[in-house]
């Protein structure tokens, strides 16, 4: 209803009381006043309710995202691991625990490319097939584990101790001094002085070296030189003990 330009609410509320009902008049403006105070309320509560549901779901991705890249490092580290575990294996030579050849080619090459200056040296057992020959094949492998681990005993943290077949064996550290890596000769000489087998036999170290230091040579050159005089050594030796070595 519309009175002098105000428009009004006509209301009742049943008394519940002889059919009685209870009659009034109220404006539109407070009508519309508490209707809109009444929405305000509930688009505010309907927000809130959404930005918690929001929130919730965020709260839920992250801890699902967090599991799965915790999960996801957790299977990385145990396959590199693992991973490491089969290269130390392909690397490492099964009786004496020294690199194997296969290593010791891969860091001749290794230290060719990045041109580091580094002394290689070329040992060999000199008197070994005897032990082999006279004592039988354990007693040989258990020289062998016996000079692996005199030579691991002597090279340093940063250089590279290999076996690289039967009684052969070879070094890599870094050196620029030729005078250090003469006293390191002399000290791998002194490797193995004697073996007692039963009873004691002389088992001596044949030792060559070269140095890749201000030089241009390939892996290939410095292990030919380092060879050579490994065989000079040998030859100094059967001529020192006047016999035969094998």
């Not at 919730?56 to 967090?66: E, W």
């Not at 070994?128 to 584990?145: A, E, I, S, W």
């Not at 943290?157 to 050196?175: C, H, K, L, M």
Request: aromatic share 10%.
């Amino acid at each position: 209803m519309c009175i002098r330009d105000r428009n009004y609410y006509l209301v009742y509320q049943p008394v519940g009381f002889q059919d009685l009902t209870i009659v009034g008049i109220v404006e539109r403006n407070v009508v519309d006043a508490g209707m809109r105070k009444v929405q305000c309320v509930t688009i505010f509560l309907l927000a809130f309710l959404a930005l918690a549901v929001v929130a919730a779901l965020v709260r839920s991705i992250k801890t699902d995202l967090r599991f799965v890249l915790a999960e996801q490092e957790e299977a990385f580290h145990r396959e590199s691991t693992e991973r490491q575990k089969m290269e130390d294996l392909a690397n490492t030579d099964g009786l004496t625990g020294l690199s194997n050849e296969r290593f010791f080619n891969a860091t001749l090459q290794k230290k060719e490319k990045a041109g580091e200056p580094f002394a290689l040296f070329y040992l060999d057992l000199d008197s070994f097939k005897p032990v082999n020959d006279t004592y039988g094949h354990d007693v040989g492998d258990q020289l062998l584990k016996a000079v692996s681990l005199r030579l691991r005993t002597c090279v340093r943290s940063t250089d590279y101790a290999f076996r690289i077949g039967g009684d052969e064996f070879a070094v890599i550290a870094a050196a620029t001094d030729e005078d250090a890596v003469k006293a390191a000769v002399e000290t791998l000489r002194r490797l193995c002085a004697e073996w007692d087998a039963k009873e004691e036999y002389p088992v001596s170290i044949a030792v060559g070296y070269a140095m890749q230091a201000g030089r241009t040579m390939t892996a290939d050159e410095l292990f030919m030189e380092a060879d050579a005089a490994m065989y000079r050594n040998k030859a100094e030796i059967k001529k020192a003990v006047g016999g035969i070595s094998r």
